[in-house]
């Protein structure tokens, strides 16, 4: 079995042959992101390409028809829900309607921290079925749950905070335009969190491998919120060259 994730912001340029760039550790990049950012952004900007990524680039849909890839990421969505989901673990088509209310909802208010209560009774279901819906819509790559200790959790713990799984979601499934702020910490989950373990934090946006703690925001994002924390830096949206723990948001594209 092999789970294969989505292109990450280099994997997007180098099969458009835009460039080519290898992969960087995590710990290269915090280390040496000034001077790899300054060798790198020689070659082409990087974020003259970065909206095209976040908006129809997570699945190689793109190369096909770019206007039509919203229609065919949310058909392939209803597709595992209506297919996949009762195939694999026998649930009922009852329930991958209440899988598809809830997923509508999600859509609108993501990043949220769940209220399972409420929406149960959204749902008129039980507050049970709906942490384990989260859990199926997680297991489709559709979400990513967020826990405080995600060591030894359950399928029926309640998540902390609740993302739509990479921005391209957030526009196939959004009405309206997406949230800047929603859509940068979605990018960064995407990047991160098929390498490594990303938990909910009170300081800062995400934690990394139970060490790193890292704060999302624009070009004038500063480390205010993160005062007193070791090993913490800002993921910059908006910049090219970052500096110290400032570094820039499409960087962590590069991790695999």
Do not use: C
Not at 183 to 202: A, C, G, I, M, W
Not at 220 to 242: P, T
């Amino acid at each position: 079995m092999y789970h294969l994730h989505g292109l990450a912001f280099r994997e997007f340029l180098r099969i458009q042959e835009i460039v080519s760039w290898p992969a960087i550790s995590l710990a290269d990049l915090l280390s040496g992101h000034t001077q790899l950012a300054l060798d790198l952004t020689k070659t082409i900007k990087p974020l003259e390409h970065f909206n095209d990524y976040l908006k129809q680039g997570y699945y190689p849909y793109f190369l096909e028809n770019k206007e039509a890839y919203a229609q065919k990421l949310t058909e392939t969505i209803l597709l595992s829900l209506e297919l996949d989901l009762p195939a694999v673990y026998g649930i009922s088509y009852a329930s991958v309607d209440k899988l598809k209310q809830l997923l509508v909802v999600l859509a609108e208010s993501v990043p949220l921290k769940p209220n399972i209560s409420k929406l149960s009774e959204t749902l008129n279901t039980s507050r049970a079925l709906v942490v384990e819906y989260m859990h199926y819509l997680a297991e489709l790559g559709v979400l990513m749950l967020l826990h405080r200790d995600s060591f030894g959790i359950t399928r029926l713990q309640k998540p902390e905070k609740v993302y739509l799984s990479h921005p391209n979601l957030q526009y196939a499934l959004h009405q309206s335009r997406p949230d800047t702020g929603t859509l940068r910490e979605s990018f960064f989950l995407s990047q991160v969190q098929p390498l490594h373990k990303v938990e909910y934090t009170d300081k800062g946006d995400f934690r990394l491998d139970r060490q790193i703690t890292i704060e999302v925001g624009g070009a004038n994002k500063s480390r205010q919120q993160l005062a007193g924390v070791e090993d913490a830096y800002v993921a910059a949206d908006g910049i090219e060259v970052g500096y110290g723990e400032k570094v820039p948001l499409w960087m962590f594209g590069l991790l695999y």
